[in-house]
């Protein structure tokens, strides 16, 4: 019996137009109320509360880790477990432990990213000047606060600075560290923030309280004078200038030059580097050098490796015989990171309001800062000495009659009545009573008594001197200055970073340039490129090509001609003849995707002269699009070697055509048909990537062949297939104009 057929069951559907499915519900709201409800938030809160640092000179993360690891008393105790520390850490930054870790491993004397870490390490924590030295892991290491972390803290206990909640409110935790020097100065500082950044270089120790001191003295002291320039950890040559420094010094914006110093070994003919600039790292500047001598720009060096060990930091380079290690150290200071710019950028938070200063409006906010934190720690000792002295009168009073105040206290039948009555018989208030009450019987003696209205006098001095240290700002910029005397004396080293004024260098070397002399350029089909002297060229003129090989493009040029080669990838290769050796017609030549350091299976498709840039090239696709790109699209001021997109990728590929004047083309297909175009109608663009224009309309099935002039195509009867207007479909051939014209000898 079959089954009944049952009717399906009617489908809901929502009300609301947009949700399709599972889909949500698609809220359609004005661009600025989404920037000012998600976007305003969260870029606030990257620029406040994580990237950006503040007056101590602290981002949060630092901030937060420091502080667990006074609470856990690792300024004075021996060393734990990194991986404790991070987990303490936690309660106040949940960000996660590889976060926290990595916040440690920049502040410890082991990675050597501080001119003073404020962690004292124990074990691996990788080095700032190495890219691939990996940090060990946390459970593997030990570490505890450096002493100079004794200036972070000192005042944190007599309330200098603000405690506020962390994340989930069962912790206080300070809003700033109260340094005694400007530590915002000495210590490199950099963020990425949303839509700014900052990138603090640091200063010295020593000059920079020196500046600081004569800043407290005379506003208007020259900076630059105590000040003479910023000093990096991994040490190097900074190339001073001055009118750049003064602009940095009142801007907070700029770049110094900083290059690596070397020594030359005569014996064993080679070059060991010690110091490398502080933006840059070893295997940077090794990956830039393999690459220089591999495209054929440096041919002096005959090996380079990195000898780095525990004595510290050594790249050998070693030399070829007979070159001059001046000329060549010239050379990589030009073409490499050991010569590199490091970027300042002093944006620091103040009042929670990104603000980029120079150093004198830093030293102006730091003292402002350290004076309001001096202020309430005098305060506070202040309130604390009252206190003191107003128990102490109150025991002044009973100690001149303690008979009385035995007779109440044992008179007394109630012991809640002690305090009140003490109260009455002495005049004093409750505090007071409570202090003598907890008075021990041993204590009720003339020495103590004695002892007492003495400290009571003592007390009563202090507290003037203290309130007249608040009443004179003098006396707080002195306090400040004997703190910053003492840090000096303390943890102040020499300079790392030796400075060399720009008119001190010595005259860069004069590279002689490639001799320049006629040569004949070929270019094979699989990527083989000869470059041959005329006189070799009359000698043997037959071309040697691998089998199934053959000729592609030839060329008339000079030795420093400079050549673009094209490859299927859609990048261009730049570069001179000069870099290619000479060769003889018998021999395969330079395989360009080796000589060029292509990427894997990338070809070379085309090569380009480009001259002085004037004219265009000429894209033809499968689809029948063409693209005219002017060759000053290609120009570069820089000498880079390499440029990605130089032309559209998103079709393929037929032919490139040279173009210097406008003249009449011919496109063929494989229907077979034609067109033919004047590249008048062809507007140059001065992108790269363009897609071009629709030149000729083919049909689906069928795609473009090539692109070449009409004398080279043997068309007779070119009014068939000409058009003023583009696109076009042009005309099928006719047998007369398909057939190719023979060369007849007479």
């Known amino acids: ?57 602290f981002k949060p993360s630092h901030r937060k880790l420091l502080y667990t690891m006074y609470k856990m008393g690792l300024l004075t105790g021996g060393r734990t477990k990194s991986a404790n520390i991070v987990g303490q850490t936690m309660r106040l930054n949940p960000h996660g432990d590889q976060a926290i870790y990595e916040t440690m491993v920049r502040l410890a004397k082991g990675n050597e990213s501080l001119l003073h870490p404020f962690v004292d390490s124990k074990g691996n924590f990788g080095k700032v000047y190495s890219r691939d030295m990996a940090y060990a892991a946390s459970r593997y290491t030990e ?46 500082n950099q963020g990425i923030a949303v839509g700014m950044a900052s990138q603090i270089c640091g200063f010295n120790l020593g000059e920079v309280c020196d500046t600081t001191i004569a800043f407290l003295k005379n ?57 490398i600039p502080y933006s840059t790292t070893i295997e940077v500047i090794l990956d830039k050098v393999a690459e220089l001598v591999k495209a054929g720009k440096i041919k002096e060096i005959s090996d380079m490796r990195d000898e780095t060990d525990l004595s510290g930091l050594k790249l ?61 720690r005098v305060y506070y000792i202040l309130s604390k000495k009252e206190e003191k002295l107003h128990l102490l009168q109150g025991l002044k009073r009973i100690l001149l009659d303690i008979d009385k105040a035995i007779r109440i206290i044992r008179e007394t039948e109630e012991e809640s009545e002690v305090i009140p009555n003490l109260m009455i018989g002495f005049g004093i208030d409750q505090v007071q009573a409570e202090y003598v009450a907890e008075i021990k019987l041993r204590n009720i003696n003339k020495e103590y008594i ?82 041959i002297t005329p006189q070799s060229l009359r000698m043997s003129g037959d071309q040697k090509y691998k089998e199934g090989d053959g000729p592609s493009q030839y060329f008339e040029a000079t030795n420093n001609t400079e ?55 000429l894209f033809a696709f499968e689809n029948g699009r063409v693209a005219r790109v002017s060759l000053s699209a290609y120009a570069t001021t820089s000498n880079r070697r390499k440029l990605t997109g130089a032309y559209c990728e998103k079709f393929p590929l037929v032919q490139i055509l040279p173009l210097t004047e406008d003249r009449e083309l011919a496109l063929l297909t494989n229907e077979p048909r034609a067109l033919l175009v004047h590249t008048a109608l062809l507007a140059p663009k001065t992108t790269r990537g363009t897609q071009g ?54």
Not at 152 to 173: G, P, S
Not at 485 to 511: D, M, N, Q, W
Not at 569 to 577: F, G, L, S
Not at 693 to 708: D, F, G, S, T
């Open 219 to 275: 506003p208007d002291h020259d900076i630059s004078s105590t000040l003479l320039a910023p000093d990096f950890p991994t040490g190097g040559q900074i190339i001073c200038d001055g009118d750049d420094l003064r602009s940095i010094y009142a801007t907070g914006r700029g770049g110094l030059k900083v290059r690596a110093r070397w020594r030359y070994d005569r014996s064993e003919n080679v070059i060991e580097v010690y110091e």
């Open 693 to 746: 224009v629709q030149v000729m309309n083919i049909k689906p099935k069928y795609h473009l062949e090539r692109l070449a002039d009409v004398a080279d195509t043997g068309i007779t009867n070119q009014a068939r297939y000409r058009t003023r207007t583009i696109p076009a479909a042009g005309a099928l051939l006719r047998p007369e104009d398909s057939e190719e014209k023979q060369l007849e000898l007479l």
């Open 316 to 376: 050998a380079i070693d030399l070829k015989r007979g070159v001059d290690p001046d000329k060549l150290m010239a050379k990589l200071f030009r073409l490499t990171p050991l010569q590199d710019t490091v970027s300042c950028n002093f944006n620091i938070l103040i009042a929670g309001m990104p603000r980029v200063m120079g150093v004198g409006e830093i030293l102006t906010e730091w003292t402002a800062w350290r004076t309001d934190c001096v202020k309430r």
């Open 450 to 531: 004695l002892k007492r209205v003495q400290e009571t006098a003592a007390l009563a001095d202090e507290i003037d001197d203290l309130e007249d240290t608040l009443a004179k700002p003098g006396r707080i910029r002195r306090i400040i200055i004997d703190e910053l005397t003492e840090v000096r004396k303390k943890y102040a080293v020499p300079r790392r970073t030796e400075i060399v004024y720009s008119h001190e260098l010595p005259e860069e070397p004069v590279e002689d340039a490639p001799e320049d002399y006629p040569v004949h350029l070929f270019l094979s089909r699989e990527g083989y490129f000869k470059k």
């Open 143 to 188: 570490a505890k606060l450096a002493p100079i972390c004794a200036e972070l803290f000192r005042d944190l206990d007599c309330d200098a600075v603000d405690f506020v909640d962390n994340y989930d409110n069962t912790m206080k935790e300070p809003s700033l560290l109260p340094t005694t020097y400007p530590n915002v100065l000495v210590s490199a």
């Open 1 to 57: 019996m079959a089954k009944k057929k049952t009717e399906p069951k009617a489908v809901h559907r929502p009300a609301d137009p947009n949700v399709l499915g599972l889909r949500g519900t698609v809220v359609e709201q004005p661009i600025t109320r989404t920037l000012d409800e998600n976007y305003m938030p969260y870029a606030m809160s990257v620029i406040v509360s994580r990237a950006i640092p503040e007056i101590d000179g």
């Open 563 to 617: 050549l673009m080669f094209f490859t299927d990838r859609q990048q261009v290769y730049k570069t001179r003849a000069s870099e290619f050796g000479e060769t003889k017609a018998s021999l395969l030549g330079d395989y360009l995707p080796a000589k060029l350091g292509l990427d894997a299976g990338e070809n070379v498709i085309f090569l380009c002269l480009p001259g002085d840039y004037s004219g265009s090239l």
